[in-house]
């Protein structure tokens, strides 16, 4: 994806709005997160203003004007929207055609249909992997919970056996995998390619979310062996419906974005020549706009027309899946400006000074800040959005592979260890019917090593390509 630069959206470029010292900058780094975390946590403040006033306490920390303070907050947040609010967007009303249509149903249904035994953790981790593409985490578990719940009641499971690899599933497709705003915004941050990242992170993904779905599932059966709560079955959207769209082209729609981004990577590396008549094609039907607005446009008849929705139905279809992304949209629009705000104080340039008298490597420090911000924070997006502001002007010397690295290193230690500062611990301890430590032995563990196996395959690829 194509960064949007700030000096796009202003007449002149953007000078750095304070020459603090290291020492002031570092502390003011500090300070500016710390108001965020504190706000977040203690005063339970919305993410959205948490962000604006701890990127213009960062601005006052680091003794710039806040007019200037203000105007950095504002330009970052433009360009963050206007980079990936389009495409969250159009994420989210594929979900949701994907959920109404019953087209989920359909996979779900197919799959399980196929599978039996020992088969099913991984059946389970294949639906969540195909669901979690296209759909937000939240929205994801709560289309796979009632699935998840009565496969383990038909089926004599145990909920652990069958619940932790549909979780590793979508976990690893929210951390990894563009179009999930995380991964989006930390490309655009950086810079990075996102049909190599998207190529990268699904190389990342498959022995990340086989370790920590199926393999470590044997284990969390053990630890916690709980029946599956019946009260917690809610109705599932096909069964309104008197019909539903077909396996195949729901597959199909699904799985049309991802090929049109990766078939632009793939071309991109073939051919090497911008004016190539075949390479300027796919550079239009591959961006991530153009690709993710085609999968809307054919799910409205692959999915929509073949469930019998009437143009009513599918208007409002499409106009409720915009309504629950409006909080998602500040949050990372926010994000972008205390990122803009970290650059424009000149953190960048001090972590760039500083990092380069340390033996760390740039995608273990992504790592090890994003692992930091989400422990304090408990938001898997404020930590990748915070981080990739961080760590933005280390890409400036990267490849292509790396800058993409980078970006999944910091995907990868923005879902470490969740407990009880995340909206998504709880939203899996209340449907499970979990303890507080049964939670964390569980799914507490289960994001951690996705963090740690992700990142550690991260570095590994750093080293061979």
Not at 297 to 316: H, I, N, P
Not at 384 to 413: R, Y
Not at 451 to 456: C, I, T
Request: one cysteine or more.
């Amino acid at each position: 994806m194509t960064r949007l630069s700030v000096e796009m959206l202003a007449a002149d470029p953007v000078e750095p709005i304070t020459s603090a010292g290291h020492a002031q900058l570092g502390i003011a780094v500090l300070a500016g997160i710390a108001v965020i975390v504190l706000l977040i946590t203690k005063f339970k403040l919305h993410a959205f203003l948490a962000l604006t006033i701890g990127s213009l306490a960062l601005g006052a920390f680091a003794g710039a004007p806040l007019d200037k303070a203000i105007t950095s907050f504002s330009a970052g947040l433009g360009s963050t929207v206007a980079g990936v609010g389009v495409l969250i967007a159009l994420g989210a009303i594929l979900g949701k055609l994907l959920a109404d249509s019953g087209g989920a149903d359909q996979i779900v249904d197919t799959i399980l249909a196929k599978a039996g035994g020992r088969s099913m953790p991984w059946a389970m981790v294949l639906i969540a992997s195909v669901i979690g593409l296209p759909l937000f985490f939240e929205v994801g578990i709560v289309l796979l919970i009632p699935v998840v719940l009565m496969v383990a009641k038909r089926g004599n499971y145990s909920l652990m056996r069958i619940g932790i690899p549909a979780l590793a599933g979508l976990s690893v497709m929210h951390g990894l995998i563009p179009p999930h705003p995380g991964p989006l915004v930390a490309i655009d941050a950086v810079g990075a390619n996102l049909g190599v990242t998207l190529a990268l992170g699904i190389l990342v993904a498959v022995p990340t979310v086989i370790i920590a779905g199926p393999v470590f599932s044997k284990y969390a059966a053990r630890w916690v062996d709980v029946p599956a709560p019946e009260k917690m079955i809610p109705q599932r959207a096909s069964e309104d419906l008197e019909k539903r769209p077909g396996f195949g082209a729901t597959i199909a729609t699904v799985m049309l974005p991802v090929v049109l981004m990766l078939a632009k990577a793939l071309v991109d590396i073939v051919i090497d020549d911008p004016t190539h008549m075949v390479q300027r094609v796919f550079d239009v039907i591959g961006s991530p706009l153009i690709a993710l607005l085609a999968a809307v446009l054919v799910a409205m008849f692959t999915l929509g027309r073949a469930a019998g929705f009437t143009k009513g139905r599918m208007s409002s279809t499409v106009e409720k899946s915009l309504a629950p992304i409006a909080g998602i949209l500040l949050i990372v629009g926010a994000g972008g400006g205390f990122k803009q705000t970290l650059i424009d104080c000149g953190v960048g340039q001090m972590i760039l000074d500083i990092s380069k008298d340390w033996s760390i490597p740039a995608l273990l420090l992504a790592w090890l800040i994003a692992v930091a911000i989400r422990l304090a924070t408990g938001s898997a997006t404020v930590a990748t959005i915070s981080a990739a502001g961080l760590v933005a002007p280390l890409a400036a010397d990267m490849s292509t592979t790396h800058a993409a690295l980078l970006v999944l290193a910091i995907g990868a230690g923005s879902l470490f260890f969740s407990h009880v500062n995340d909206a998504g611990f709880w939203l899996v301890k209340e449907y499970f019917g979990l303890s507080v430590g049964q939670t964390i032995k569980t799914w507490s563990v289960m994001e951690t090593i996705i963090s740690v196996v992700a990142g550690g395959l991260v570095l590994l690829l750093s080293l061979v390509i």
